[in-house]
């Protein structure tokens, strides 16, 4: 499987772009990632990899986005970017997730990866603006992986995105970027109604003989003012996609991402281990895209390093979080939120202002923390790489207490649908 792979990577794409994803993404990665160690070890803390939503508007109206796509546009302009992008290589950051809204819709998005041909982008992206065009210049640039996000048939995913004839657009952005020798990956945000569609070998086959290079399957999180929550998938349902990904990774010549388990299977948050932050379109510094809460901004007076190692908020936010649940908190645990918010006095980072409306109305439910169902790894690659790169950096194991663990499942219903709603007495804590 390891050799098909790599033929794969030799023969579908542009050498310089691999080589460049190997210097960039592989090696400096890596060493970002050491230093993030390192740094820990010292008391010190800044994240190894950066989310950037560089612009908060959209073509699409999906099903459960907690982005402002209806607010008046707003973007994080060029400079602000370069310099925020600036300060977190001299940290030894390589590696940038770049999302939106759409990014592409962002005017100036090309010029920032033609500013920083040093590092390496990840675009999150509907595939719609990746034209001819557009691909042979980021094959000219040679430092961005577009991950097109395709949500289902053709059928199912203009359900999903709300508007017909989205999927066909989608799949010509990814012919385009595939056309153009791009490196690129499609991710899913899997959920009941795409489910049996795309956690399928059949789908995987067809991203591998298109020529996708890696893949994405990520848990829909029932969030933003319009959550959908009747599109969230059952604990057993959960673990199906894990077991389908450890499969996938040890048997088909495709890398598949994972963003919340350790090598043993084991579950963790990337922001709650410091592995990675957010900053939203306004330049406000928040654990994560999901959690749009934020004390800081990359507009403050301070460089981001201080900022990092100073913030209260966001330390407070992975220590508490990381002694109540190793799960996505804001699927198991909103309260915890809340009272982070009201304890530091954080604002709402979002245009429509509902951010703390839309947490209590949060029916909690289990997400990726599952005790005594963790699938371990299969691959020794995949095993390797979490043991050095992607873990929880002790975080867990200094402050994960099982028994202040509240498991969402004990008052659910077969589905892993909370009976109760309003009963959030389960869920609470003392005033922090």
Same mark, same amino acid.
């Given at each position: 499987?390891?050799?098909?792979?790599?033929?794969?990577?030799?023969?579908?794409?542009?050498?310089?772009?691999?080589?460049?994803?190997?210097?960039?993404?592989?090696?400096?990665?890596?060493?970002?990632?050491?230093?993030?160690? *390192? /740094?820990? =070890?010292? %008391?010190?803390?800044?994240?190894?990899?950066?989310? $950037?939503?560089?612009?908060?508007?959209?073509? !699409?109206?999906?099903?459960?986005?907690?982005?402002?796509?209806?607010?008046?546009?707003?973007?994080?302009?060029?400079?602000?970017?370069?310099?925020?992008?600036?300060?977190?290589?001299?940290?030894?950051?390589?590696?940038?997730?770049?999302?939106?809204?759409?990014?592409?819709?962002?005017?100036?998005?090309?010029?920032?990866?033609?500013?920083?041909?040093?590092?390496?982008?990840?675009?999150?992206?509907?595939?719609?603006?990746?034209?001819?065009?557009?691909?042979?210049?980021?094959?000219?640039?040679?430092?961005?992986?577009?991950?097109?996000?395709?949500?289902?048939?053709?059928?199912?995913?203009?359900? *999903? /995105?709300? =508007?017909? %004839?989205?999927?066909?657009?989608?799949?010509?952005? $990814?012919?385009?970027?595939?056309?153009?020798? !791009?490196?690129?990956?499609?991710?899913?945000?899997?959920?009941?109604?795409?489910?049996?569609?795309?956690?399928?070998?059949?789908?995987?086959?067809?991203?591998?003989?298109?020529?996708?290079?890696?893949?994405?399957?990520?848990?829909?999180?029932?969030?933003?003012?319009?959550?959908?929550?009747?599109?969230?998938?059952?604990?057993?349902?959960?673990?199906?996609?894990?077991?389908?990904?450890?499969?996938?990774?040890?048997?088909?010549?495709?890398?598949?991402?994972?963003?919340?388990?350790?090598?043993?299977?084991?579950?963790?948050?990337?922001?709650?281990?410091?592995?990675?932050?957010?900053?939203?379109?306004?330049?406000?510094?928040?654990?994560?895209?999901?959690?749009?809460?934020?004390?800081?901004?990359?507009?403050?007076?301070?460089? !981001?390093?201080?900022?990092?190692?100073?913030?209260?908020?966001?330390?407070?936010?992975?220590?508490?979080?990381?002694?109540?649940?190793?799960?996505?908190?804001?699927?198991?645990?909103?309260?915890?939120?809340?009272?982070?918010?009201?304890?530091?006095?954080?604002?709402?980072?979002?245009?429509?202002?509902?951010?703390?409306?839309?947490?209590?109305?949060?029916?909690?439910?289990?997400?990726?923390?599952?005790?005594?169902?963790?699938?371990?790894?299969?691959?020794?690659?995949?095993?390797?790489?979490?043991?050095?790169?992607?873990?929880?950096?002790?975080?867990?194991?200094?402050?994960?207490?099982?028994?202040?663990?509240?498991?969402?499942?004990?008052?659910?219903?077969?589905?892993?649908?909370?009976?109760?709603?309003?009963?959030?007495?389960?869920?609470?804590?003392?005033?922090?």
């Amino acid at each position: 499987m390891y050799l098909r792979m790599a033929k794969r990577f030799l023969l579908e794409t542009d050498k310089r772009l691999l080589a460049k994803a190997a210097w960039t993404l592989g090696a400096r990665g890596l060493w970002s990632v050491h230093r993030h160690k *390192r /740094r820990l =070890k010292q %008391g010190e803390f800044f994240p190894p990899f950066l989310y $950037l939503s560089v612009i908060n508007s959209c073509n !699409l109206r999906c099903q459960g986005c907690w982005v402002d796509v209806d607010s008046k546009q707003h973007r994080i302009e060029l400079d602000a970017a370069n310099e925020t992008i600036r300060q977190a290589k001299a940290m030894g950051n390589s590696f940038f997730g770049i999302l939106g809204g759409e990014p592409f819709m962002h005017k100036d998005l090309l010029k920032i990866f033609e500013a920083n041909r040093d590092v390496y982008f990840q675009v999150f992206t509907n595939g719609h603006f990746i034209t001819d065009d557009v691909a042979i210049r980021l094959r000219e640039l040679g430092n961005v992986t577009p991950l097109i996000s395709v949500e289902g048939s053709e059928i199912i995913s203009d359900q *999903r /995105r709300g =508007k017909s %004839g989205v999927y066909n657009q989608t799949m010509a952005g $990814l012919e385009a970027a595939l056309r153009n020798k !791009l490196l690129v990956g499609v991710c899913t945000s899997v959920c009941k109604t795409n489910l049996d569609d795309l956690v399928t070998d059949a789908w995987v086959d067809r991203l591998i003989e298109m020529g996708v290079m890696y893949c994405w399957f990520h848990i829909y999180r029932p969030v933003g003012p319009e959550p959908n929550p009747q599109l969230a998938l059952s604990s057993d349902q959960q673990r199906r996609v894990r077991q389908f990904v450890v499969d996938t990774r040890a048997t088909k010549p495709i890398i598949v991402i994972d963003a919340y388990h350790d090598d043993a299977g084991n579950a963790l948050c990337p922001a709650v281990t410091g592995f990675t932050h957010h900053v939203g379109p306004w330049g406000d510094i928040e654990p994560c895209p999901v959690i749009q809460i934020a004390k800081e901004s990359i507009h403050d007076q301070r460089d !981001l390093a201080t900022t990092f190692n100073e913030s209260e908020f966001l330390r407070d936010f992975r220590e508490l979080t990381a002694q109540h649940t190793r799960g996505c908190v804001i699927m198991e645990r909103p309260d915890l939120l809340l009272q982070l918010a009201d304890k530091h006095g954080a604002r709402d980072t979002t245009a429509r202002g509902r951010v703390f409306e839309e947490l209590k109305n949060v029916t909690p439910r289990r997400s990726q923390y599952q005790p005594g169902d963790e699938i371990p790894e299969r691959s020794f690659v995949y095993r390797w790489a979490k043991k050095y790169a992607f873990n929880d950096f002790g975080t867990y194991g200094r402050r994960f207490d099982v028994a202040n663990y509240a498991d969402p499942d004990s008052a659910s219903s077969p589905d892993g649908n909370s009976q109760d709603a309003n009963d959030k007495s389960k869920f609470s804590l003392p005033v922090v």
